[in-house]
């Protein structure tokens, strides 16, 4: 199974601190309200919602907020309504962006999102002008030690995954988005902890940074991004030359 992009210990380690700031729980919390609004508040019946409350209670959210939350989406949302909406463009470095935001206000986001392009010598793309450079798969996470290497390869080989390899102190688990939903299933069946599920956009080819000045340049046109409460998820297609990873890390 192929190795995958090195910046993902990179966002591990962010998410530590934006978990520090609040950051975390934030797109959480509007996750699960959206994920309730658009498939009712029952995670069994509700894929999305499932995966939500998942990752929210693998960062410690009390089942209190997580509830609240459910609620909002299906009844009580305070005339707040949520829409999904999808950003691309390039990044400092020519990286290609591509940002899945939720928000009550596209004029805000849109302007927030804009500013960091312009910041970082960007731009914006029209649709699909970046989307195509991505293949959608799914993602798990699982403790490394729920499983030997050997026993998990074939379970998520046999329920149709792709890439299974270490990330950090987990496993991490791609599968092709139309096989989510079985390699979920399969990982429960055998009474693993799903640490962190969702649905994620992997490059089909990287653009390799080599010199410290544009290294700076993306990751801090990232991190500007990732720090917009409206933004949810951030996929790039860069990747950096490890002597420059371990003067960042």
């Known amino acids: 199974m192929s190795g995958h992009s090195k910046w993902s210990s990179i966002k591990h380690k962010k998410a530590a601190v934006d978990a520090k700031r609040g950051k975390i729980f934030t797109k959480l919390i509007r996750e699960i309200t959206v994920a309730s609004r658009i498939g009712g508040g029952d995670p069994d019946a509700n894929p999305r919602l499932r995966a939500a409350i998942q990752n929210a209670r693998g960062q410690n959210m009390p089942m209190d907020t997580v509830n609240r939350a ?7 949302n305070d005339g707040m309504v949520y829409e ?21 206000n ?20 029209s649709a699909n002008s970046v989307q195509y450079m991505f293949d959608r798969k799914g993602m798990f996470l699982i403790a490394q030690d729920a499983m030997d290497e050997e026993s998990l390869t074939d379970l998520v080989v046999e329920a149709g995954g792709e890439e299974l390899e270490p990330e950090g102190e987990d496993w991490q ?77």
């Open 70 to 76: 459910i609620k909002k989406g299906t009844g009580d």
């Open 173 to 249: 688990i791609i599968c092709p988005m139309e096989e989510f939903d079985a390699v979920r299933k399969a990982l429960e069946e055998k009474g693993l902890e799903i640490k962190e599920s969702s649905l994620v956009r992997i490059p089909q080819n990287r653009t390799e940074i080599s010199e410290k000045e544009d290294a700076e340049m993306v990751m801090n046109f990232i991190d500007v991004l990732e720090e917009d409460d409206d933004v949810q998820k951030v996929f790039t297609n860069f990747d950096i030359d490890d002597s420059l990873l371990a003067e960042f890390s």
């Open 84 to 104: 999904e909406v999808i950003y691309e463009g390039f990044g400092p470095a020519n990286v290609a962006v591509v940002i899945e935001a939720l928000t009550d």
């Open 106 to 125: 596209r004029n805000r986001t849109i302007a927030s999102i804009r500013t960091a392009f312009n910041k970082y010598s960007g731009s914006l793309g």
